[in-house]
């Protein structure tokens, strides 16, 4: 099984079948706050629907196609960050994620983001790596700025949730930027 360690708090695991219930948990306890910003929340109504999603994603993982994984923080489930896809002809990807409300204010995410970048421009050699967020999701959009991805552009109506578009900012970071930052050149 494939896991990846943070640092000292923080793990990274692709998720099993058994962890189902884990996840389906989380998100139930979280519902009202993060179908805000994810538009498959109300799609999740049981646990057994993580079984075909949890297929999907270790099928994707196998594919070498993207990774979706739990993030374990000091041993518990608190959310999932991941890979959407792998572009390997244009050497891009890009990098989603959510977290139970009450693990905000710890800098998890930012700290797994920051894994995934490394992890992509370090190991899988990838030149570009995109996150989009939502233009008043102010929370999910510190996260790239905090790790100085640069603002893009902004696609409208780039996003639909449920009833309503909201347009969707566009950050990136670029291997040579990667490594320039982390004194790598
Ligand atoms: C987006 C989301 C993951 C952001 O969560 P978050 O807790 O704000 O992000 P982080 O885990 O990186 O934590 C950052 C916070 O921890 C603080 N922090 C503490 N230690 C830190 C550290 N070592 N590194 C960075 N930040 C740290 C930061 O100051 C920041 O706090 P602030 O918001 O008061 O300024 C969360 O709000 C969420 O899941 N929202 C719903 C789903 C969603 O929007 N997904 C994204 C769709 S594009």
Redesign the pocket.
């Given at each position: 099984m494939f896991y990846m360690t943070v640092d000292d708090e923080i793990k990274l695991k692709l998720l099993e079948k058994r962890d189902a219930e884990d996840v389906y948990s989380i998100l139930d306890k979280n519902r009202d706050?993060?179908r805000?910003?994810?538009p498959w929340v109300d799609g999740m109504k049981s646990k057994e629907d993580y079984h075909p999603v949890i297929e999907m994603w270790l099928k994707q993982f196998a594919a070498n196609d993207g990774f979706q994984v739990g993030i374990y923080y000091k041993e518990k489930f608190v959310?999932m960050v991941g890979f959407h896809e792998f572009n390997w002809g244009h050497k891009q990807t890009t990098i989603?994620?959510?977290?139970d409300?009450a693990?905000?204010?710890?800098?998890?995410?930012?700290?797994c983001?920051n894994a995934l970048l490394k992890y992509a421009f370090e190991e899988l050699k990838l030149n570009r790596v995109e996150?989009?967020?939502?233009e008043k999701?102010f929370?999910?959009r510190?996260?790239p700025e905090?790790l100085e991805m640069k603002h893009e552009g902004t696609i409208r109506d780039g996003e639909f949730l449920y009833d309503h578009f909201i347009n969707s900012y566009v950050y990136s970071m670029l291997a040579k930027e990667w490594f320039e930052k982390n004194n790598k050149c």
């Amino acid at each position: 099984m494939f896991y990846m360690t943070v640092d000292d708090e923080i793990k990274l695991k692709l998720l099993e079948k058994r962890d189902a219930e884990d996840v389906y948990s989380i998100l139930d306890k979280n519902r009202d706050y993060l179908r805000e910003w994810l538009p498959w929340v109300d799609g999740m109504k049981s646990k057994e629907d993580y079984h075909p999603v949890i297929e999907m994603w270790l099928k994707q993982f196998a594919a070498n196609d993207g990774f979706q994984v739990g993030i374990y923080y000091k041993e518990k489930f608190v959310g999932m960050v991941g890979f959407h896809e792998f572009n390997w002809g244009h050497k891009q990807t890009t990098i989603g994620y959510w977290l139970d409300g009450a693990s905000q204010g710890k800098g998890i995410m930012t700290r797994c983001v920051n894994a995934l970048l490394k992890y992509a421009f370090e190991e899988l050699k990838l030149n570009r790596v995109e996150i989009r967020c939502g233009e008043k999701n102010f929370k999910s959009r510190a996260i790239p700025e905090r790790l100085e991805m640069k603002h893009e552009g902004t696609i409208r109506d780039g996003e639909f949730l449920y009833d309503h578009f909201i347009n969707s900012y566009v950050y990136s970071m670029l291997a040579k930027e990667w490594f320039e930052k982390n004194n790598k050149c």
